[in-house]
């Protein structure tokens, strides 16, 4: 066969040339660059963070603002805490530990798929949020795109699932250009406004409208609630925990270098912007955020400010850009073990996993119109999900900590993604991942119950359904199995009688097409003609005789003016006459040049296949005409298909 | 064969049984009923004509409100110059005399086409206007609906087109009720609202707040525009001579009765109903219509207001549901003609033309969208098509006239439609629709010049475009015809060599099926499949030698991971060396019992077709192998379709 490189046609153009399947590649990288792909989830969540926990405090009036320092800290806490317990997964699990995998492991198929479920949901919720998050910075410097908000969002998801379906190298290390550009404007910006601050030159920020809202108690639901909020800053700590494989060796201890240094960057950015929106009074308002309020009152209106707000925003686009590569492998991972449906598992030309690439753009881009790109209306949804897969997946490494408390020395087991070993430290490391698993839990149900009404409660739904929904086509996929296997099956293929019926509408070059094949099939046929206009089957009669003579055509009316219940009904006459015969129904079809030129023919072949589809022992052919050329040329440029 | 009525399914419960093509009913009726089934149209304009002539004249000041009854009078008179030239047509084409069959008859295939794109054009407008002011109506009376009018538009535009999928009789007379009603209490309104003016206790409108627009000086433009938007309330004037069939006999002279019946009413009901607003001081509100305004002023707020902007309500739903009629006759008969695409000829399960009825729904509901279901922003789209309809009407008959001017007593010209015989009086009559195409061809004029920039530019794109459209589709038609006519071909059908493959993915139920079946056309075949991923590759290879032995499995490497490329180059090398042969392509395709399950599996038959489409002699066969159900058991439920 020829391996040449299809020709280029319009796909082409936009999605580039066809990648051999042989050239997936694959390259270890360093410290510094891994930092600034896994970190872009992490670290850009600081850029609404702040801003969600003073929406509630604001409930509560301004004057708790302050509030929002300690409830800071309590998240730097829980911050710590997930690394510690991430590092140990890291080292367990030297391959790659995403929860799913981590709960397959330990915990069975239940607990792997709800955290596929919940993972798969939080990964659709970052690009959601992270792009609406991305436009309000835009429109913080820019007021005037304000009415295009959902517009912009959407258009920044069709270029991300463009360059996505291009095939982006996870590993490349251009992307470290965004990250530490980011990295570098807010500490600039944090240095800075703690000098003006402590040297008082540090102004409040101005010409802000604070978002009206009812004055109500602070209560200690109110507080949780900002903390909630808050913890959003968390999600995205365990990329790093899902792509070890791309360290370079050795790998765990690499990657957990790396986790920590992460944490301690998100620890002191979301600190440092916390307080320091608090000491310039920005406030939580419709039309700037308040990562650009702050901004805007330490580096004034000036160069930095844009470059601030347009490093946040490159961050916020990176962010989403990491759910393009998250999403689609672990759906890919859930559709291999029959979970999603198998399409998942599909490489396209660029050897990306095509149908999660889209469909995760699919449902970011509703979610964005339902919410119309508002943060505050998203982030109740969010982190739910991450949450419930930080629990269940400390949790999984609390039973591997247990089944290695009963190893030998120098006993292994070896699963499909991990080797188990004896390890004597395990009772501190299980009491570490314990503390993980109660703590995440705890920040999960405290989401889930300070968030409920504001929409956390359709996530609450939606997990379950999802979970459910796996199993049932996990199901569906082993019924089919059973159903094809041949096991036990020892009869041989044999042939039986074939009666061929070819469906004549009109008779012209298509039809006697048709006629003429099912001729050289050597089987007995006859054509058949569903009667719908009395005028036209005249006039295929009175043509019939002239030019086919002998040959049988059968007419059957059609009161009703149905293409398929004649003929069905028709079919079934002769299954009777003969059960073990196939019928074999032979269409000539027309091929046009062009799609519109086919959109003005009735295009009856999917018709017929569609009505046939349930009924035993019916082939059906389509032979096609081709209109646009002379008989006998071959088109090559129209046959290639990617599916 | 059974004429069974074929089993209820879910669109025969939402659309009723279907019926027998020898099921169309044609009965005649009474004039009353007639007046009532065609006049809704034109009749219901009144509740938005003087309204838009106020909106135009409040450009130049309310002082100037006054000018809205010379510009009513003005469109009265030009009514009453359409009535005496639609009459003629009435007599002289007593089988249907609509602007496109006039047109055809004595102007040609352009003018026809032309008139048949107005039409057309302004039928879809008839929809959207007519829905948006009954529409403006409901929100009047209930200002709390405002912000969901675009909403209940296209609820409304839903209903009726399910009500006319599920087929209308036409001629109903329980259609007359709503139109008398709405007489009913148009006329009352006049009554009371004329006998409190006329004693004085009628009293100014109140609570309304006029558009506010910036002041300009009042010009002849401006008062042309006013005339051009009240002009709108001569559409549907033409419906009459469309539905001659329907009257009893004698149905000319029945028909003309009931145009100047209908043109006398909407003569009155116009001028009274501006003058009556004027006497009120009704203006043009976004909150609440001129209609509206006079009969609250009139009747007070009771239960006398809430019937009028009922009946309102009904009459402008009534005249968009005449559209349903019109457009799907007239584009079905342009179909006919080969103008347009040949399934708006198809008569659905109900008889009606179902695809005209979805793409007029389609398009009205499209421009409610477009234009937030705003009529004074749908109006300067509408009319055009209507006027330059009546002035090609119009001409046609100029030209009838003249052909009459050379006939002899006696001699007759027996066309199509229409019957042409001497008239002794053909000088007054051609002098009669020679002015009504003049002025009504002037009336486009004015029109299109003075709503140019407001959006009748849109209009005089479309037009031309649309003809152009439908001469390019009558080109296709035509050279397909030539090219599948087998004039001059003697040939007789003759049988050829057909090689067979059969595509294997895995060896399965489902793959043996479609070997069977190759197996028994008694036809040379072999097994191909297309290698994409190695590891199944190896599977099928070890079971293949298991089971199938000494069979011929062909493996087509796929580099790119497409199915189909491989596929066709290698049908390629096989018509190289037997260029006669038909390649026979069997696929044993998995039919589930839902869509749910169906959708869990690559459906490649429809990708095969695709990509062999435009390839000579490749007879493409798909064998379904039922998952749902036993073996050699036949499904009776699903098989019929309606296409």
């Known amino acids: ?137 835009i429109s913080s410097a820019f007021p005037e795109v304000q009415p295009y908000r959902v517009f912009i969002a959407i258009g920044l998801i069709a270029i991300i699932t463009i360059i996505n379906l291009r095939g982006v190298k996870e590993a490349s290390t251009t992307f470290a250009i965004p990250t530490y550009f980011f990295l570098g404007m807010a500490f600039l910006m944090l240095i800075v406004g703690f000098w003006r601050w402590a040297t008082g030159t540090l102004e409040p920020v101005t010409g802000t409208v604070m978002i009206e809202q009812v004055v109500r108690p602070l209560t200690l639901f109110l507080i949780l609630r900002a903390f909630s909020s808050g913890s959003t800053a968390l999600t ?152 419930l897969s930080f629990t269940i997946s400390q949790a999984g490494m609390v039973v591997r900590w247990r089944k290695i408390s009963h190893m030998q020395p120098g006993e292994e087991i070896v699963a499909e993604d991990s080797i188990t070993r004896h390890d004597p430290r395990w009772r501190p490391k299980l009491i570490v991942n314990g503390v993980g698993a109660v703590v995440t839990g705890i920040v999960m149900m405290i989401f889930a119950i300070t968030k409920f009404r504001d929409g956390a409660w359709i996530v609450i739904i939606i997990l379950p359904s999802l979970v459910w929904i796996f199993f049932r086509i996990h199901r569906h996929y082993r019924a089919v199995a059973t159903r094809l296997s041949l096991a036990g099956v020892t009869k041989s293929v044999t042939a039986r009688s074939v009666q061929t019926l070819v469906l004549v509408d009109n008779l012209h070059a298509a039809s006697i097409r048709a006629i003429n094949f099912a001729l050289s099939t050597g089987q007995p046929w006859s054509a058949v003609h569903v009667s719908i206009d009395e005028k036209r089957t005249a006039d295929l009669q009175r043509k019939w005789a002239e030019r086919m003579g002998d040959y049988p055509l059968v ?79 071959i088109n090559e440029d129209e046959h290639d298909g990617q599916f």
Chains 1, 2 share one sequence.
């Open 555 to 633: 007419i059957l009316p059609s009161p009703y003016r149905s293409l398929t219940q004649p003929l069905a009904e028709y079919v079934q006459q002769i299954r009777q006459q003969d059960p073990e015969a196939y019928i074999h129904i032979v269409m000539g079809g027309l091929t046009m040049e062009t799609y519109w030129e086919q959109a003005l023919h009735r295009n009856s072949t999917l018709a017929i296949n569609l009505a046939f589809r349930h009924i035993e022992g019916v082939a059906i052919t389509n032979i096609a005409f081709q209109l646009g050329h002379e008989q006998g040329q």
């Open 236 to 387: 995205g700590v365990e990329a790093i925990s899902n792509g070890i494989t791309a360290f370079k060796e050795p790998r765990s201890r690499n990657a957990a270098k790396t986790l920590v240094a992460m944490s301690s960057i998100l620890a002191v950015l979301f600190l440092g912007i916390t307080l320091l929106a608090h000491a310039v009074g920005a406030v939580p308002s419709e039309m700037e955020t308040v990562i650009s309020q702050t901004a805007r009152s330490v580096f004034g209106e000036g160069v930095l400010y844009l470059l601030m707000v347009a490093a946040t925003t490159v961050i916020l686009i990176m962010a989403a850009n990491t759910s393009y590569a998250d999403f689609p492998r672990l759906a890919a991972l859930a559709a291999g073990d029959g979970f999603l449906p198998r399409q998942l598992t599909f490489r396209g030309s660029r050897l990306v996993f095509s149908w999660g690439i889209v469909g995760l753009a699919a449902v970011a881009s509703l979610l964005i119109i339902i919410f119309q790109a508002s943060v505050s209306a998203l982030i109740p949804l969010y982190a739910i999900g991450v949450f």
């Open 1 to 137: 066969m020829s391996n040449n490189v299809p020709r280029r046609n319009f796909s082409q153009i936009i999605l580039g040339r066809p990648l051999e399947t042989s050239a997936a590649p694959h390259q270890a990288i360093g410290k510094a660059p891994a930092l600034a792909i896994f970190a872009s989830d992490a670290l850009s969540s600081v850029a609404y963070a702040t801003e969600e926990i003073l929406l509630i405090l604001a409930l509560a009036g301004t004057i708790y603002f302050g509030l929002s320092i300690p409830i800071a800290i309590g998240i730097c806490v829980l911050l710590l805490i997930l690394t510690i317990s991430y590092r140990q997964t890291i080292f367990a699990y030297p391959n790659g530990g995403g929860a799913y995998i981590v709960a397959k492991d330990n915990l069975g198929e239940l607990a792997a798929q709800t955290a596929g479920a919940a993972l798969l949901t939080d990964y659709i919720l970052t690009v959601a949020v992270s792009i609406s998050a991305g436009v309000a910075q």
